[in-house]
C-alpha cells in the first residue's frame, strides 16, 4: 500500500504503512517537534529506491524551519561560521552578517569586506537600490544615501556619468524605472523570493496615429541623434536639449499637450518624448497615445533592479565578457564592488580595498575566483576604484581610496522595511 505525505506542493511516497509518519499542516505542535530519521524508514530505503536518506532529512528541515523560524537563522549562522571560520565575523541584524579578511595575491594583502544576507531570516529588512537625490542628475556619498535610507549596511552601486551625476545603465526601484541600459549591461534583478541576473534591455514603444514608435531609453543621454529618448520627472525640471532637426512632446495621461523644438517642462504626471522629427512627427495630431515599457528578459514581479558588469559568475562558472559590454577601461588591479548570490539564496556583497600598500586590489578575474569561492553561482562586477564603499551599521567599514569615499549617484541598501 502507498501513502503520500504532503507539505503545500511537496510529495514524499512510502511503502509499508506501518513506518510512515504523518506530518499534519494544521497541527504545529507535531510539526515543530518532528525529526525524521533514517533508520526509521530503513525497509523503504530498499522497497522504494525514489526515497534516499537526503529527501527525508531535507523534507523534515523545510517542514520544521517552515514552522519555525528559528531554525533558518540556526542553520544560516552556522553556514556563515563554518565558511568564515577563523575570520571576525559580526552580526549586523538577525540574517544578515559582516566579515573583514585579509588575503594575500603574489605575497602582497589586500583587504576584503563581506556582507551576507538571507532574506528568509532578515525578513524585517529590504535589500534594494537608492538614489542620491530626488532628481537623477544629483551625486551625494554612500554615508550620506544610507542615512537618508535608515540603512544598516549600503554599498556603492553601478556605473554614473562622472560629470552629472546620472546612473550609466538599468536602475529600477519598487517596480518604477528610473534609466534604462547602457550596452545590454548585466544587472541583478531583486525579487520577493531571491535573485536573478541578466544582461537587460529595454522593450519599450509607442502607440500613435496606427504608428509605432520604438523608444531607445529612458532618462538617459543621448548615445546618438537617431535615439528616441523618454525623460520623467525624475530626470528634472526640464528634458535636456533636442538633436539636431529634433523635436519634443510633453504626454500627459495618453494626450500630447505640447510640441516644441527647445526643452520642455517635464510634467509631474507625464514625459517628455524627445527625438528625431521625422520619427516623432508621426505621432503628430494623434488624438491619444500609448506607452508600454518593460525589460527583457521579462522578470515578472521584479522588484528592483541594479546594473553594473561585466558578469563575474555565470551559471557556476566563472564569466567574464568584458568586451560584449564595452568595459575594456576597467581592467587591471583596483578597488572593486562585487555582488552575487548563492544556491541557497544568500545574497553577498563585496567590497576590495586597493591603490595603496595595505591592500593591492585585484583583478576582474581575482574578483570573480573570489566571489565563487564564495559560493556564487551568479555574481557581477558593480562600479569600483575610486568609488568602493561600504558602509555598516554607521560605519565605513573599508578605507576608500579618497577617505569617506566620493560623491555617487546610486547605491544598494539594506534597510527595515517599512513598518517593521
Same mark, same amino acid.
Given at each position: ?159 554614473? +556619468?562622472? #560629470?552629472? =551625476?546620472?546612473?550609466? *545603465?538599468?536602475?529600477?526601484? %519598487?517596480?518604477?524605472?528610473? !534609466?534604462? @541600459?547602457?550596452? $545590454? ?91 528625431? +522629427?521625422? #520619427?516623432? =512627427?508621426?505621432?503628430? *495630431?494623434?488624438?491619444?497615445? %500609448?506607452?508600454?515599457?518593460? !525589460?527583457? @528578459?521579462?522578470? $515578472? ?93 554607521? #560605519? ?25
Amino acid at each position: 500500500m502507498d501513502t503520500l505525505i504532503k507539505k503545500i506542493e511537496y510529495y514524499i511516497p512510502f511503502r509499508t504503512c506501518e513506518y510512515v509518519l504523518t506530518l499534519s499542516l494544521f497541527s504545529i505542535l507535531v510539526l515543530t517537534h518532528t525529526i525524521c530519521q533514517p533508520p526509521i524508514f530503513a525497509n523503504d530505503f530498499i522497497a522504494n529506491k525514489a526515497v534516499n536518506t537526503n529527501t527525508l532529512i531535507q523534507m523534515s528541515e523545510y517542514v520544521k524551519e517552515g514552522v519555525n523560524p528559528e531554525l533558518k537563522k540556526e542553520k544560516f549562522n552556522k553556514r556563515i561560521n563554518q565558511k568564515y571560520r577563523g575570520l571576525k565575523v559580526t552580526t549586523v541584524a538577525d540574517g544578515i552578517k559582516h566579515i573583514r579578511m585579509v588575503k594575500y595575491y603574489n605575497g602582497k594583502p589586500v583587504r576584503i569586506n563581506v556582507v551576507e544576507v538571507n532574506k528568509e531570516v532578515a525578513q524585517n529588512y529590504e535589500v534594494k537600490p537608492a538614489i542620491a537625490s530626488v532628481t537623477l542628475p544629483n551625486k551625494r556619498t554612500v554615508r550620506t544615501i544610507a542615512q537618508k535610507t535608515n540603512s544598516v549596511v549600503a554599498i556603492n552601486g553601478g556605473f554614473f +556619468k562622472p #560629470q552629472t =551625476g546620472v546612473p550609466l *545603465g538599468t536602475l529600477m526601484i %519598487n517596480g518604477k524605472i528610473y !534609466t534604462g @541600459p547602457i550596452y $545590454d549591461r548585466v544587472a541583478l534583478g531583486i525579487f520577493e523570493n531571491g535573485y536573478d541576473v541578466g544582461r537587460v534591455r529595454l522593450n519599450a514603444k509607442i502607440y500613435g496615429n496606427n504608428e509605432i514608435i520604438k523608444i531607445d531609453n529612458i532618462n538617459q543621454p543621448r548615445m546618438l541623434s537617431s535615439y528616441v529618448l523618454a525623460y520623467t520627472r525624475d530626470w528634472g525640471k526640464y528634458a535636456p536639449t533636442s538633436p539636431k532637426y529634433g523635436v519634443q512632446l510633453q504626454i500627459v495621461g495618453n494626450k500630447i499637450t505640447a510640441a516644441s523644438a527647445n526643452p520642455l517642462p517635464i510634467p509631474e504626471n507625464g514625459y517628455v518624448l524627445v527625438g528625431p +522629427k521625422a #520619427q516623432l =512627427g508621426k505621432l503628430f *495630431g494623434a488624438k491619444s497615445v %500609448n506607452l508600454q515599457m518593460g !525589460t527583457n @528578459p521579462k522578470w $515578472d514581479n521584479v522588484k528592483h533592479i541594479i546594473s553594473g558588469g561585466p558578469y563575474l559568475v555565470k551559471d557556476n562558472q566563472i564569466y567574464i565578457d568584458m568586451t560584449a559590454q564595452k568595459l575594456q577601461s576597467i581592467g587591471g588591479r583596483n578597488p572593486r564592488t562585487a555582488i552575487g548570490y548563492t544556491k541557497d539564496n544568500d545574497l553577498i556583497l563585496v567590497a576590495v580595498d586597493g591603490r595603496e600598500g595595505s591592500s593591492i586590489g585585484l583583478t576582474l578575474t581575482e574578483l570573480a575566483s573570489f566571489m565563487k569561492s564564495l559560493g556564487c553561482t551568479n555574481a557581477i562586477n558593480l562600479d569600483g576604484g575610486g568609488s568602493t564603499v561600504m558602509y555598516v551599521n554607521g #560605519q565605513i567599514v573599508n578605507h576608500p581610496y579618497q577617505p569617506g569615499g566620493i560623491a555617487l549617484s546610486n547605491a544598494l541598501v539594506i534597510s527595515k522595511k517599512y513598518g517593521s
